[in-house]
């Protein structure tokens, strides 16, 4: 269940506004070579494989970092439960668009773009680990607000990143296979993602909200 958790909120971070802008970049890059399905195929491939890298290292540095402290290791044993309850929540708050904020991220000209796709493989692959790293409000609160803590309080939580990560790319990798076996239409498809982005950022959101009321109720009421 965890790893579908970890998965469903890669493939919500994929659709919503800012990562499905990249995305759209990406796909748009890639099917400037749609003559050659089997390069845009393992472009697709590689640009997933570069943003499962970048959620994968990250979360592995901040899991690993938070828990080779003995001191902030005996907290979240102690209180992750009664911190997840409000991290959630504030998460749905943020997917029901109730709270707004706006954080930089890295960004890259269109001309170093074009250059990574044309540089092959490696380039898309590049291009998928800098696209992963510039969060946006949505992208950043289902990472650091939902994957991290779920991650810090599971026995496998350092593959969890991954899996993240991997839902993050379907988009593009589904793009990419479809290219290859002569489905063109898709990118079509892709651009109708938003109104679907829409209605699943709102239901995890409440769903969220609910979980977190539960958590709340459960290990900061309760224990009073």
Not at 21 to 43: C, D, E, G, Q, Y
Not at 54 to 74: C, D
Not at 162 to 174: A, F, Q
Request: aromatic share 12%; with cysteine.
């Amino acid at each position: 269940m965890i790893i579908l958790t970890a998965l469903w909120l890669g493939i919500l971070t994929s659709i919503s506004p800012c990562p499905l802008a990249t995305n759209i970049a990406a796909v748009s890059f890639l099917s400037k070579r749609i003559a050659h399905p089997k390069t845009v195929f393992f472009s697709g491939i590689f640009y997933t494989i570069g943003r499962m890298l970048a959620y994968a290292i990250l979360g592995f540095l901040i899991v690993k970092s938070a828990l080779s402290v003995p001191l902030t290791a005996n907290f979240l044993q102690k209180y992750m439960n009664r911190v997840l309850g409000p991290a959630l929540i504030v998460t749905g708050l943020f997917l029901l668009d109730i709270l707004k904020f706006n954080i930089p991220g890295l960004t890259i000209s269109e001309k170093h773009q074009n250059k990574l796709v044309g540089s092959g493989i490696f380039g898309a692959c590049i291009l998928g680990f800098i696209f992963a790293l510039s969060f946006c409000p949505v992208s950043a609160a289902l990472f650091f607000g939902s994957l991290i803590p779920l991650a810090l309080n599971h026995e496998y939580g350092l593959s969890l990143p991954l899996i993240y990560g991997v839902g993050t790319g379907i988009p593009v990798l589904v793009f990419a296979i479809g290219v290859a076996l002569g489905i063109t239409s898709l990118s079509r498809w892709f651009h109708k993602m938003v109104k679907l982005e829409i209605y699943a950022r709102k239901i995890t959101g409440v769903i969220f909200v609910a979980i977190g009321i539960y958590y709340i109720s459960a290990y900061i009421v309760g224990a009073f």
